[in-house]
């Protein structure tokens, strides 16, 4: 069982940056793709970004030139780098993680932004 621990919410001022940590434990293989979504109150949960084994990320359109996601691949840990943060940004971050047909999810993190 893949077990995975988000670190670094928190609140911040419109315009400020945040960066989000994301360790998985339990995996004895790289997971195929790492990512963070957001759940926002009365919304759906939604891509913020995502980054495969072989590094290649994708963005939602809301987080192009703002977010950058990186990962650790030999430690199955992926970073979430927010910068020029808005109010609209404030959700509950979750990680998730994918290995074959399986997806592993955080128990979330809060992210605050403040106008």
């Known amino acids: 069982q893949v077990q995975l621990v988000e670190s670094g919410g928190g609140l911040v001022q419109a315009g400020g940056s945040l960066r989000l940590s994301c360790a998985a434990s339990?995996?004895?293989?790289?997971?195929?793709?790492m990512g963070w979504y957001r759940q926002a109150p009365g919304n759906e949960r939604e891509l913020v970004a995502a980054?495969?084994?072989?590094?290649?990320?994708n963005y939602a359109e809301s987080s192009k030139g703002r977010f950058t996601i990186a990962r650790d691949g030999a430690k199955n840990t992926v970073y979430l780098q927010m910068n020029s943060l808005k109010p609209e940004d404030t959700a509950v971050y979750f990680c998730?993680?994918?290995?074959?047909?399986?997806?592993?999810w955080g128990q979330g993190t809060q992210v605050t932004v403040s106008s």
């Open positions: 998730s993680g994918r290995f074959r047909s399986s997806t592993y």
């Open positions: 339990g995996a004895v293989v790289s997971l195929d793709v």
């Open positions: 980054i495969t084994s072989g590094g290649n990320p």
